[in-house]
């Protein structure tokens, strides 16, 4: 079923129980009403006619008061409680209002009902003047005309607001829907790869919500993909560069037009354009394991302060050969965390990689350990250009720091600050980029569950 057909039905339903419902109550009141009236005419008839009982002592003349009685028995009693007269012969009238005769008799006036051929009987019994009783009995009318009147009027009323209930049940059904069924119908134009949908404005606080997010959904995918777009043209513009010196070298050496005291130095293009071409394939393969719900890690205890140690030992050959200092500040004592350590490693080998390509001969980069809480931290800053603002918020978007940056100072692949924080966020902790101390320069932060 719909949503407009759950709508409708469930506002029908309840419009129709609540007038069946306020039906309901409706007949018993202008029944308790009826009854009330009748009972209150009987009873100022049975007043009246005490005081008459004197020349009702014979059947006609009962018989004639009674016809303007409309349908209402009369018996008189006399005040040893025989009965004189009746304009109702029958014994079992006579026999179920004895009862109420001897009461007045008595000198109490008795209003009651008795059940008589399946009927309802009003009765009411008065004391005469000479000590006997008169008794009236009325079957009892479900309605008077005056209640029934009054209950046909509010059952029209009723049908009428029910026949509006509907309608409006109707009306607030498609408003509610159409809406929805826009939105749906946009959803499904971005799910099918369109972008720039435009979402219909919707009334519904609620379906306004929806739509709204539908219309941010469709602008970060927007962005993403175009950013996707970005990256996906940039590394394929990397690899076509170090595929066309393999294959212009490749091509020189297959034709013999390499001559064989530049062998060595062919060699060693083809080498590092392979190395290039390894690190970009390494680094996409990473990437794809990340982002794969299988992806192993090996928690456990590490000191951060000893990864951090060799992490300085392995990079300072090439800190020394690029002319810049690589340090390490409060990693004498342990830093206990909880991690991977070969993925710890990784991380940090990343930062370090990263942080020595900014910094310019001269420079400096250091490593330094803290523990804040229940977090243990390696910061590894720079002496580099460092980053803008908007730098620091693009940091970790794969690619987007290298198109920004490829004409004006060395980069990476731009996929290495992706890699690093997705395995920081896979080990419960986070990279944390600002700027550096003593400026320019950056610093990033490995923030890991102390140990």
Do not use: C, K
């Amino acid at each position: 079923m719909t949503l407009a057909s759950r709508i409708l039905l469930l506002a029908v339903g309840l419009v129709v129980a609540t007038a069946l419902i306020a039906a309901l109550a409706t007949v018993q009141f202008a029944r308790s009403t009826a009854h009330a009236e009748q009972r209150g005419e009987l009873t100022a008839q049975a007043s009246l006619l005490s005081l008459q009982s004197a020349r009702l002592v014979t059947r006609p003349a009962l018989t004639r008061v009674a016809r303007g009685l409309d349908g209402t028995a009369v018996a008189v009693y006399d005040a040893g409680g025989a009965l004189i007269a009746s304009t109702d012969p029958r014994t079992a009238m006579v026999r179920r209002t004895r009862s109420a005769a001897a009461a007045a008799i008595g000198g109490e006036p008795v209003s009651t009902s008795v059940r008589l051929a399946g009927r309802d009987v009003l009765v009411e019994a008065r004391p005469t003047a000479d000590g006997g009783a008169i008794v009236l009995a009325r079957p009892l009318a479900a309605f008077t005309p005056n209640a029934a009147g009054l209950l046909g009027g509010i059952l029209v009323t009723l049908a009428v607001a029910l026949v509006l209930a509907v309608a409006a049940a109707i009306w607030l059904a498609r408003r509610i829907a159409e809406p929805l069924a826009a939105t749906a119908a946009a959803a499904r134009r971005l799910a099918d790869g369109e972008r720039g949908v435009a979402v219909p404005p919707a009334s519904p606080v609620e379906v306004a919500d929806v739509a709204d997010a539908l219309r941010a959904l469709d602008t970060a995918l927007s962005t993403s993909e175009g950013r996707q777009r970005e990256f996906l043209l940039s590394i394929s513009h990397e690899l076509r560069t170090p595929l066309t010196a393999l294959r212009g070298y490749g091509e020189a050496l297959s034709d013999g037009l390499v001559p064989p005291e530049r062998t060595a130095e062919v060699g060693g293009v083809l080498v590092a354009e392979t190395t290039r071409l390894e690190r970009f394939t390494a680094d996409l393969l990473e990437l794809a394991r990340l982002e794969a719900d299988d992806f192993s890690l090996e928690p456990g205890p590490v000191d951060l302060a000893q990864l951090a140690g060799s992490t300085i030992r392995a990079w300072t050959a090439r800190a020394d050969a690029l002319e810049v200092r690589l340090a390490g500040d409060g990693l004498d004592g342990p830093l206990p965390a909880r991690g991977d350590p070969r993925r710890v490693r990784q991380v940090l080998d990343g930062l370090v990689e990263n942080a020595l390509r900014a910094t310019p001969p001269g420079g400096r980069v250091v490593l330094s350990g803290t523990t804040v809480g229940g977090t243990a931290a390696v910061t590894v800053e720079d002496s580099g250009p460092g980053l803008s603002d908007e730098d620091l918020a693009d940091a970790f978007t794969r690619g987007l720091l290298r198109e920004r940056y490829r004409e004006t100072r060395a980069v990476g692949t731009g996929l290495g600050l992706s890699i690093a924080t997705r395995l920081a966020a896979r080990m419960g902790g986070r990279i944390v980029a600002g700027h550096a101390s003593t400026p320019p320069g950056a610093r990033f932060t490995l923030e890991l569950p102390a140990g």
